[in-house]
Structures are given as structure tokens and as C-alpha cells.
């Protein structure tokens, strides 16, 4: 099986190998990365006492153990009670040499978990993969979820409300979060928020077979609680036929609670990759009628190309309701409801992109973006218009 086929298990996994022999460790690293894509791992190539295996256990805090059952295997035998004494719910997996039925027994019936034997393959590795994920589904942990900004058009703002918006998830409480600029071509976050790296989501993307812990540490940048992944400062060698997105954006929601990208724009097959793989796509317009005839071209794209039109949502920013076109025009001209309004506040964002904070929640924007939060969070139901405006709808007509 392809190793961009494999079945992946969400979660954060961390292997401890207990292997003497280190080739062992060499053969069954790629094949557990092929299943669990975010996996960190620490070796020790001697059996440990009971001193070294507490503090192991303690300081690397793995949920996987990969444990060899070589010849002699008493010493082996012997350690995987100590482990489960140190820690109960460790799943331990005994790896032997050879198809020793009598062995294998001997191994479960002391509380390994499950069993692999050599040769190694994908097939008996993913299997017992699944078997601990089934016995202990706690261990994998529910996946993230992840959000999508999308402006319909350039300069609708939605690097600024997706930059906010990240960092107002904060209120819910101790959450995992991060901020994604994968727009390749225009990225702004690094702008907004007044952060320098030396690494983008270029280079998780060219490791993306080996994304690890210590890797994803490298490449994003912490403030203020949230983990930030930057898009490219200059252009580079490959950014022009970028086309999928999926490796990081599966990563990222085995790593993190809430996940929000910032996507450079709807079109194009590296755009809807990161569509596809979010829970909800918010769909960023301004009521200038140019931006609304892009928003229902953008609606049509995303849906002849697989996207689900329950899962974009509709946010019209810097509303003004006397210059462009009103709230009940712009439902009814596009056949879908508005999700949410954001106010004008233009000082206010002006002042923070200057200080490279995000706005605080008692300006405006603030407080609506807030607001946005707690809906998404909440499940409001947005309510029905019903005006009768059918004279505005020849307004989009020739792209319906």
C-alpha cells in the first residue's frame, strides 16, 4: 500500500522502543509512520531497571511501546508488567523474531497488547495498530477540528478575522490552537502578528513523510498561546505547483484541538484541498457588489468540485449598511443566508496592525469576532429572511 494511502489514526502518538537490536527500531519506524503520521518517538537500546524506566516513563510520557522479545527472553518477559505497574493504560507491543506461538502467549498473557513478528509488514503493523486504537480509543483522542477562511476575493479581510479569530478560540478554555497561513503567494500573517522564521509551511510540506513532534516544533512559532505556521517570505522553487495541502492539515488535527487556516483564495486544486479536509469554510465578502459576484462564483467552484455547501458559511466584513448593498439584498440575490456580520472598524484594526496584536475583544471587531466564536461553538441557527427582493437577483444572473 502507498504510503499516501495508508489508513491514518488521528492523535498525537509518542513510541517508546525498547529494542537492543537497532535494526529493529530502523525496520518499524517507517512502517508506524505510514499509519500514524504525527508520531514522536524516544529508543532505548538496553532493557532498562526500574529506576530508568520511571523516570523514562515520566519525563518522555510515550502511549506506545514497542518492546523486543529477543533470546533469552525472561529479561524481555519481565519488563512488561513493570511497565503497566508505572503506567496501566501503556499499550505495550512485543516484537519478536520469530513465529513462536508459545512465545506469543507467554507475551499476552503478561499484558502486551498485541504482537508483531518479523518480517515486518504494513498489513501486521496497521492491524495491531487498529487493536489498541479499538481497546483504548482514548489514546488517539478525537481529532480536531479546522476552520478555513477564505476571502471570495483579494482584500475582503480574511486574514484579519482569521488571525483574530484564532486567538479569541483562547476563551475556550485550554485548548491546543493553531493559526495556518497557506496562502503561498501572499501570506500576511507574518505581517499582521510582526513574526520573523526562518521556516514556513514549505518545509513541513517537502518533510511531510517524516513530520514528527521535534520537526513541527521547528517550524511554528508560539505567540501568545497559539502556535503560528507562516507562509514562505520570499518565493521559493516549488510554490507555483503546490496542489495539496492534505499532509500538513492531517497533522495538524492529531496535534491540535482547534485548527484555523488562512487560505489565500478559493481556486485552484492547493485551495481546495484545504476546502475539503476543514470542518467549516468561512467564506470572507465585503457588500461591495463586485465582491458579491465573486462570492457566487466561488460558491458554484467549490461546489462542482466536491465541496459540501452546508459546511461554508457566509461572513460579510466591513458592513455597511449605507454604502453597498444591504443584508436582505445580498441573502436573497445569493440564495443563501449571511452567517455573520462584521462592523467597520477601521482604527481600531489600524492600531493593531501597527502593534502586531490582535484586536482586543471590547473594540467592535473585537466583539464581533467573539461572537463569531461562541456561534460556531454554540450551533446558533442563523435566522430566515424573508424579504422579497426578487428584482435584485438579475444583479448575479449571468454567472447563476
Known amino acids: 500500500m502507498p504510503q499516501s494511502d495508508?489508513?491514518?489514526?488521528?492523535?498525537?502518538?509518542?513510541?517508546?522502543?525498547?529494542?537492543?537490536?537497532?535494526?529493529i527500531t530502523r525496520d518499524l519506524a517507517p512502517l508506524l509512520d505510514r499509519h500514524l503520521p504525527n508520531l514522536g518517538g524516544h529508543e532505548l537500546n538496553v532493557y532498562p531497571g526500574r529506576h530508568q524506566m520511571a523516570e523514562v516513563l515520566s519525563t518522555e510520557t510515550p502511549n506506545l511501546c514497542l518492546l523486543e522479545v529477543g533470546e533469552p527472553p525472561d529479561r524481555a518477559l519481565g519488563l512488561i508488567p513493570d511497565l503497566l505497574r508505572l503506567d496501566p493504560k501503556l499499550p505495550i507491543i512485543a516484537v519478536l523474531t520469530?513465529?513462536?506461538?508459545?512465545?506469543?502467549?507467554?507475551?499476552?498473557?503478561?499484558?502486551?497488547?498485541?504482537?508483531?513478528?518479523?518480517?515486518?509488514?504494513?498489513?501486521?503493523?496497521?492491524?495491531?495498530?487498529?487493536?489498541?486504537?479499538?481497546?483504548?480509543?482514548?489514546?488517539?483522542?478525537?481529532?480536531?477540528?479546522?476552520?478555513?477562511?477564505?476571502?471570495?476575493?483579494?482584500?475582503?479581510?480574511?486574514?484579519?478575522?482569521?488571525?483574530?479569530?484564532?486567538?479569541?478560540?483562547?476563551?475556550?478554555?485550554?485548548?491546543?490552537?493553531?493559526?495556518?497561513?497557506?496562502?503561498?503567494?501572499?501570506?500576511?500573517?507574518?505581517?499582521?502578528?510582526?513574526?520573523?522564521?526562518?521556516?514556513?509551511?514549505?518545509?513541513?510540506?517537502?518533510?511531510?513523510?517524516?513530520?514528527?513532534?521535534?520537526?513541527?516544533?521547528?517550524?511554528v512559532t508560539s505567540r501568545q498561546g497559539v502556535d503560528v505556521l507562516l507562509s514562505p517570505e520570499a518565493m521559493t522553487e516549488g510554490m507555483s505547483d503546490l496542489t495539496n495541502a492534505n499532509s500538513i492539515i492531517e497533522y495538524a488535527r492529531g496535534t491540535y484541538d482547534l485548527v484555523v487556516l488562512d487560505a489565500g483564495g478559493v481556486y485552484g486544486d492547493w485551495n481546495l484541498s484545504q476546502a475539503q479536509q476543514s470542518d467549516e469554510i468561512l467564506l470572507v465578502t465585503t457588500n461591495e457588489l463586485t465582491a458579491l459576484q465573486a462570492v457566487q462564483r466561488?460558491?458554484?467552484?467549490?461546489?462542482?468540485?466536491?465541496?459540501?455547501?452546508?459546511?461554508?458559511?457566509?461572513?460579510?466584513?466591513?458592513?455597511?449598511?449605507?454604502?453597498?448593498?444591504?443584508?436582505?439584498?445580498?441573502?436573497?440575490?445569493?440564495?443563501?443566508?449571511?452567517?455573520?456580520?462584521?462592523?467597520?472598524?477601521?482604527?481600531?484594526?489600524?492600531?493593531?496592525l501597527m502593534e502586531g496584536k490582535p484586536l482586543a475583544a471590547t473594540t467592535s471587531f473585537g466583539k464581533s469576532v467573539v461572537a463569531l466564536v461562541d456561534r460556531l461553538a454554540g450551533g446558533v441557527e442563523p435566522q430566515k429572511k424573508s424579504s422579497s427582493l426578487s428584482g435584485l437577483l438579475s444583479l448575479f444572473s449571468r454567472t447563476s
Open 98 to 219: 520469530s513465529n513462536d506461538p508459545e512465545l506469543v502467549l507467554r507475551c499476552l498473557r503478561q499484558g502486551a497488547s498485541d504482537f508483531l513478528i518479523q518480517p515486518f509488514t504494513s498489513d501486521q503493523v496497521e492491524a495491531a495498530l487498529n487493536k489498541i486504537a479499538r481497546l483504548q480509543p482514548d489514546i488517539a483522542g478525537k481529532p480536531g477540528k479546522v476552520y478555513c477562511f477564505m476571502p471570495a476575493k483579494g482584500g475582503c479581510g480574511a486574514s484579519t478575522i482569521a488571525s483574530n479569530f484564532a486567538y479569541q478560540l483562547k476563551r475556550a478554555g485550554d485548548k491546543r490552537i493553531l493559526l495556518a497561513d497557506l496562502d503561498p503567494l501572499a501570506g500576511t500573517l507574518s505581517f499582521l502578528l510582526k513574526i520573523k522564521s526562518n521556516y514556513s509551511f514549505m518545509d513541513a510540506l517537502a518533510r511531510s513523510s517524516e513530520i514528527d513532534a521535534d520537526l513541527w516544533k521547528a517550524v
Open 298 to 352: 466561488a460558491l458554484g467552484y467549490l461546489e462542482a468540485n466536491g465541496v459540501q455547501r452546508y459546511k461554508i458559511k457566509l461572513i460579510v466584513n466591513r458592513y455597511d449598511r449605507h454604502a453597498g448593498l444591504s443584508k436582505d439584498v445580498i441573502g436573497t440575490a445569493l440564495h443563501t443566508d449571511i452567517y455573520h456580520i462584521m462592523p467597520t472598524d477601521y482604527e481600531a484594526i489600524q492600531k493593531a
Open 6 to 23: 495508508a489508513p491514518k489514526l488521528p492523535g498525537s502518538w509518542k513510541a517508546l522502543f525498547i529494542c537492543p537490536n537497532q535494526k
